[in-house]
């Protein structure tokens, strides 16, 4: 199925005379802690064909807006007990999604980087309410069992597992949940393509705000996050 990820290029002068939906050829390069991809060229350029003849398609909208809620789902936590996204009512919760084999930087290791981050400033902010959590979802159930779960956990926690639980979705919550947040996820033998959402929601389960991509910071989830916590 279509889908878009979002990549940083070293030289934007490579982009020069290249237009959207253009097909083009690149290669990928993968550092310990960057991303970009480079030797961008043109394969063809996207040309539409116009005729006398006009067909408009509609189709149904289905991603989530601002005050809906969230539909509910079975997880299975770090632990291997069985969880619902309604086991967080009462409490703002912000989840992304992640898989632990992901190779790019920029993708899911900084979901969870930045999760660590906005989790530290909640904790110093000694005037925020308590009722809040983080919750990382893999899309990879495969390998992503609990053990696995339960040990790259670790590494982003640093031993400290409070307000921040991981867990998995099987493949058909994954299915499920996907069109309501715009969610991509190809699985392409070993890999995974994915593109990156972020969504926070309200005590009730409504859905507060979306990150989309990669762009957002800590500090702009945290004032999320405190709106959520405020929402009545």
């Known amino acids: ?9 070293k030289d934007t002068n490579e982009l020069n005379g290249i237009s959207p939906r253009d097909e083009i050829t690149f290669e990928l390069v993968v550092c310990e802690n960057d991303d970009w991809i480079e030797n961008v060229r043109l394969v063809a350029h996207h ?35 069985k969880i619902r996204f309604s086991d967080f009512r009462g409490r703002a919760l912000a989840f992304t999604f992640f898989f632990t ?12 980087l930045n999760f660590s981050e906005t989790r530290q400033l909640l904790l110093a902010n000694s005037a925020a309410p308590t009722n809040w959590e983080f919750l ?19 590494f982003y926690r640093a031993g400290d597992a409070s307000h921040w639980l991981f867990a998995v979705a099987s493949t ?61």
């Open 172 to 232: 058909n919550v994954v299915a499920s949940l996907a069109p309501r947040l715009d969610l991509m996820v190809v699985h392409q033998g070993v890999n995974i393509s994915h593109n990156l959402r972020t969504v926070v929601l309200d005590a009730q389960g409504r859905i507060a705000c979306q990150l989309d991509g990669n762009n957002w910071t800590p500090q702009q989830l945290a004032e999320a996050m405190l709106k959520a916590m405020a929402a009545k």
């Open 136 to 154: 990382s979802v893999s899309f990879d159930p495969e390998a992503d069992t609990p053990e696995a779960l339960a040990n790259y956990a670790n």
């Open 1 to 9: 199925m279509a889908m878009t990820m979002d990549f940083p290029v």
């Open 101 to 112: 084999r992901c190779p790019l930087p920029d993708f899911c290791p900084r979901m969870n």
């Open 47 to 81: 040309v539409d064909t116009v005729t006398n003849n006009v067909f408009v398609f509609h189709t149904e909208d289905l991603e989530l807006k601002p005050g809906e809620l969230l539909p509910d789902g079975e997880l299975t936590a770090e632990d291997g007990s």
